[in-house]
């Protein structure tokens, strides 16, 4: 549980924030009979709860989601709002349900004369939207490593699935922090490197001439400062795949490169050029006779032609490049050589050539200064995402630059807007002296977020306008 004291009237209280209680799949059509109704759970977690508990809570989720149809048959109930806790569904596949149980946040209120403190439960502080979203996800995820619950039947049958289900899910719902939460999560956007069109060219000349080398790949994504310049796949592919690499595969190789520039350092001469490159998956270090050459396996186009890959990612400096083979094609030591021999210094080179590109533009923009605003920018078409409210974001941390009371503010506006189709703008003075605005245009929006105690709505108004001149120019927004 994660509480936080917080001081009232001389007297000391506690704030919990919200935590997964349990989550679980099942299938109804599996234990249709009565007595067999514990075969229609696949996974519940946590696992030591009692067999008819879990059959009681499946049962009722079961019942819950049927009531509901009698009212809307083409809309299933996605979530149940209680007291106490906040249920969220998801037919995840058809008749394979998924379901998410979060406990409320809550204040414990301590009592006079030693009698037990009052549990207060925040009914109306968790988002619908926020947390229907990471439930999807959950299942996103599962498919990338692992495809289809239809497949993983059609392979080995509901034993088969249920392994699979377990391992994957009981590493995963560790890395789930539910406090940490907001309206990012709702986009599951990507972020997108700024850069000139002559180093842009750079880059897709390397992708292309690697491919051309090493025509296995089959794929490509190129990603500098956790940031994505180029990508050969799918955009909910690469999505996905960029929500992995990002909040999990590289913070937990951002250690070494902490200690000093990135480790292990090889400096080989490849005509005068240092070669830093690495593989964050696969084998540690070529060198090494034991060397394993196994590589994680991902699931893209799952709706269409269903491909099976191996998943390399190699690393220089603070560029990253994704290969993605087939399959079928098994990875020799001769394979991984090869790919080190050609990409690592060419790699390098473009990483140091990025940075300065980079650091050039900046001198040009000016310093940074602590502008009076702050905002999230998303765009629909090619989910490009942009956050100054968010200092870092991974899966266990989210550091938010502003009060968790504002960030509720933007999840509500993007509730707004996701009930009609028309452009809109909404702003609200919060009782914090800040004032917020949400603006929707054309697959685009934008939250901006003021710190301006004595503006009124007029200044307000001109303010944005004038952050979307300055950071916006080349996106039409309305007056």
């Known amino acids: 549980l994660c509480c936080s004291p917080r001081m009232a009237s001389g007297t000391q209280e506690k704030q919990y924030t919200p935590s997964l209680l349990s989550f679980f799949l099942y299938n109804p059509s599996f234990g249709s009979r009565e007595g067999e109704e514990e075969k229609k759970i696949l996974f519940y977690h946590p696992s030591e709860v009692e067999k008819n508990e879990k059959i ?3 049962g009722l989720c079961e019942a819950i989601v049927q009531f509901t149809r009698t009212f809307c048959p083409t809309k299933p109930a996605k979530s149940l709002h209680t007291q106490k806790n906040r249920q969220f569904f998801f037919e995840a596949e058809d008749s394979f349900w998924i379901v998410m149980v979060v406990r409320n946040p809550m204040v414990e209120k301590p009592n006079k004369d030693g009698r037990p403190p009052t549990i207060e ?17 959950c299942y996103s995820m599962y498919k990338l490593f692992n495809g289809t619950f239809g497949r993983a039947m059609e392979a080995g049958g509901v034993e088969l699935l249920m392994q699979k289900l377990d391992k994957f ?7 789930l922090h539910l406090q940490s939460c907001d309206l990012l999560d709702v986009f599951g956007g990507i972020a997108f490197f700024p850069l000139d069109k002559m180093t ?93 050459f196994r ?3 991902i699931f893209v186009n799952t709706e ?6 191996h998943l390399i990612v190699y690393k220089a400096m603070s560029a990253a490049v994704c290969f993605m083979i087939s399959a079928s094609v098994e990875l020799t030591r001769e394979f991984c050589e090869q790919l080190d021999g050609l990409v690592g210094p060419q790699l390098t080179l473009l990483a140091s050539d990025i940075c300065e590109q980079y650091n050039v533009n900046r001198r040009i923009s000016g310093p940074d200064k602590e502008p009076q605003f702050k905002f999230i920018y998303f765009n629909h078409m090619n989910l490009a995402e942009k956050s100054t409210i968010h200092m870092r974001k991974t899966a266990s941390v989210s550091l938010t630059s502003v009060h968790p009371d504002l ?39 934008l939250y901006v977020i ?20 300055t950071q916006f120019n080349n996106i039409f927004f309305l007056d």
């Open 200 to 292: 842009y060219l750079k880059i897709q000349s390397f992708v292309n001439r690697v491919e051309e080398s090493l025509s296995l790949i089959k794929y490509t994504a190129f990603l500098y400062n956790d940031q994505l310049i180029w990508s050969g796949l799918e955009q909910d592919d690469m999505r996905i795949l960029y929500k992995y690499l990002t909040t999990s595969l590289f913070p937990r190789h951002s250690e070494p490169e902490l200690a000093g520039r990135d480790s292990p350092l090889r400096p080989e001469v490849a005509g005068n050029l240092l070669h830093y490159g690495r593989f964050l998956t696969g084998p540690a270090n070529l060198k090494d006779p034991e060397a394993k």
């Open 304 to 309: 269409d032609s269903y491909e099976e890959l």
């Open 450 to 469: 003021l710190n301006q105690k004595n503006a009124n709505l007029i200044e307000v108004n001109e303010e944005v306008k004038r952050l979307c001149a």
């Open 121 to 137: 439960y925040q009914e109306e502080e968790i988002l619908d939207t926020v947390y229907g979203a990471v439930l999807r996800e």
């Open 295 to 297: 590589f994680p396996r």
């Open 169 to 175: 899910f009981y590493r995963y719902l560790q890395t």
């Open 56 to 58: 009681r809570n499946v």
């Open 407 to 445: 960030m509720k503010i933007l999840g509500d506006i993007n509730c707004d807007f996701a009930r009609v189709d028309e452009d809109e703008e909404i702003i609200v003075k919060a009782m914090t002296d800040y004032w917020v605005v949400g603006k929707k245009s054309d697959q685009r929006e």
